[in-house]
């Protein structure tokens, strides 16, 4: 039976049950688990059938219990205060277990939106490498786009890539000054980390020359009007932080369909706002830079009292950060016909996209009402918080290196307690080990960032992420591993009953763990929050873990039991895997 059938079942019983307590079937039923697996498999709340009739939830409860009848699906129901419990007989609730071993991993595939949905998400800024806060943007809509995807959607994954102005001007300045003709060969060093240093300089030089503030505006000026060594030497540097990133970007298994450019898109914005100027949307201040007045009613007053205005454009002609993001939006819309424009981008940046979004409905544009910006926390350190002009950062790479470093020691580790290489316990090369440590540490560092809701603050904390307990990826990781470990021990399974399961806690609170499943993946897609399929995953691996504390599977009583529940736990780990694979994790068979 398919878990969709099951509870169309249960509902048609349900709303019978009611219609003969009350007169009236009502029209949405919704069902859901109780707090207390020992309850039942199902709970339905009476506390809006109450309302509607003058009475106490739970004599609605109890005269709806009394009009249920035993059958071939429901074994029992009971009222509890004003919840009606519903217990399910054991064939009809784990029968749904053949839909997920034929499904596999389209489990919890769906087909409900048929939408086509842009996630822009990492956009970096090319004077500067990767770091901690790019690799949690990074996992956020990695995940976000392949959730959305299972729901059916669409989904075009776009990086835009910050190549122009005044911050990548000033890694061009210093590297102007004093770079002396050095290149990232010479000094032996990643091409973004040595553009980065220049940046670092940049800032490092302005606190005793702070005249080098009119230097970056005349190189923006000259880059904008087209200057060939300026331009030349932007290409230049660009290039080297492109051949950095790319390593970076593969290693994180972070893909892109669409490649956008801000120097290629900030004209068309440019463009925009001067039919804006002509048609009185903006207006130009008493200095000659374009303005937007923003709405009181939704943005309030300056401190002086007065409407608050954001910027276009600057009096001497050149753009500022906003332009080309309006420039962008503008040329998405109109080219790629899109349902959603999703942007993952910091919560420092709420305001200037409530302003965008403002800007783009003024221009008459009605579309900007599908765009959303789904903003993330900060990510600190023991220390503080980071600051890339000031060089305290945790670049990409050295989180993966030290992360990976720490996987390896845990791999070793436990080599060595089940007998070691040495004993012949199992030959594995440095190659495999690596390779096992590679997946545990970016699922460490994914799992990290995803677990919690993408508002929250988080502290980064290493060791803890990489952990085999706790609130982790490697957990996760290592309940897959375990399962598969079982099942390469098994024969070949045939005429499985699924009757025989069931008559413990530890199996009926997994099985209800993968009925929920496909729900959750619903509301992760229209909450716009990953968290939700991390959380399940966790619990789904904590259960498994109790259940095989608890009870056989290979030594299981009878020959039945045990095919039987080696059908739950594949069940199981096909969840696990749908859940990591949702999240950019990878499994392994073996840690």
């Known amino acids: 039976m398919k878990i969709i059938e099951l509870k169309e079942k249960i509902i048609n019983r349900l709303g019978e049950a009611i219609r003969k307590t009350t007169g009236e079937k009502p029209e949405n039923i919704e069902l859901s688990f109780p707090p207390d697996s020992k309850l039942g498999d199902f709970t339905f709340e009476c506390f809006f059938l109450a309302k509607k009739l003058g009475k106490s939830p739970a004599e609605i409860s109890l ?51 048929k939408e086509k949905v842009m996630i822009e998400y990492l956009g970096p800024n090319t004077n500067k490498p990767l770091h901690l806060g790019h690799a949690r943007n990074g996992s956020l809509g990695t995940a976000l786009a392949n959730i959305l995807e299972k729901t ?39 091409g973004d980390y040595f553009v980065g240093h220049w940046y670092v300089r940049y800032n490092q030089e302005l606190q ?82 374009v303005i937007f007045n923003l ?52 919560l420092e940046q709420v305001y200037h996209f409530q302003c965008l979004l403002k800007i783009l409905k003024s221009l008459g544009y009605k579309w900007a009402k599908n765009l959303f910006h789904l903003s993330y926390g900060m990510i600190t350190l023991p ?66 960032f995803l677990r919690v809701g993408a508002n929250q603050n988080i502290e980064f904390n290493p060791q803890e992420s990489v952990s085999f307990d706790g609130f982790t990826g490697p957990y996760c990781q290592y309940a897959y591993a375990r399962i ?3 099942l390469r021990k098994r024969g070949d399974e045939k005429n499985i009953d699924f009757k025989i399961l069931g008559n413990n806690l530890e199996e009926r609170e997994l099985i209800k763990k993968i009925i929920e499943f496909p729900d959750l993946i619903k509301k992760s897609a229209s909450e716009y929050n990953p968290s939700i399929i991390a959380v399940n995953t966790f619990e789904t691996a904590q259960l498994f873990n109790k259940f095989y504390q608890k009870r056989k599977v290979l030594s299981a009583e009878t020959e039945e039991l045990k095919n039987a529940r080696l059908a739950l736990i594949q069940a199981v780990q096909i969840l696990l895997k749908v859940g990591l694979n949702l999240l950019g994790i990878e499994t392994l068979e073996k840690m």
């Open 484 to 486: 598969a470990s079982i």
């Open 295 to 346: 709405p009181e009613k939704e943005f309030g007053l300056d401190k002086d009292g007065n409407a608050k205005k954001i910027t276009l454009a600057r009096a001497d002609g050149t753009s500022v950060y906003i332009t080309q993001d309006i420039g962008t939006a503008v040329f998405r819309a109109e080219k790629y016909n899109l349902d959603r424009l999703i942007y993952v981008v910091g």
């Open 152 to 190: 059916g959607c669409e989904v075009l994954k776009a990086n835009i890539i910050n190549d122009r102005g005044i911050h990548i001007c000033k890694s061009m300045l210093a590297y102007q000054k004093w770079g002396e003709d050095s290149t990232p060969e010479s000094l032996k060093m990643k």
């Open 383 to 448: 220390e503080g918080k980071m600051k890339s002009r000031e060089g305290k950062v945790v670049d990409a790479d050295d989180l993966i290196k030290e992360i990976k470093e720490l996987a390896s020691k845990e791999v070793r580790k436990r080599i060595s307690a089940q007998g070691g290489l040495a004993s012949g316990w199992e030959k594995i090369s440095d190659e495999e080990i690596n390779e096992r440590a590679r997946k545990i540490a970016l699922g460490a560092i994914k799992f990290y």
């Open 63 to 113: 005269a709806i219990a009394s009009n249920f009848d035993s059958d071939e699906i429901l074994e029992k129901v009971s009222a509890t205060g004003p919840y009606l419990n519903i217990k399910i007989t054991n064939l009809a609730l784990f029968s749904v277990l053949e839909e997920i071993l034929s499904q596999k991993n389209d489990f919890g595939n769906s087909k409900d939106k």
């Open 208 to 289: 005793n020359n702070p005249e080098l503030e009119n230097e970056i505006q005349e190189m923006l000026r000259k880059w904008e009007n087209g200057d060939k060594e300026i331009l030349k030497l932007w290409k230049k540097m660009n290039e080297w932080v492109y051949a950095g990133w790319e390593t970076t970007l593969e290693e994180l298994n972070f893909k892109f369909d669409i490649i956008d450019y801000e120097s290629k898109n900030y004209k068309s914005g440019k463009d925009i706002i001067a039919k804006g100027l002509e048609k009185g949307v903006f207006e130009k201040n008493e200095s000659g830079a």
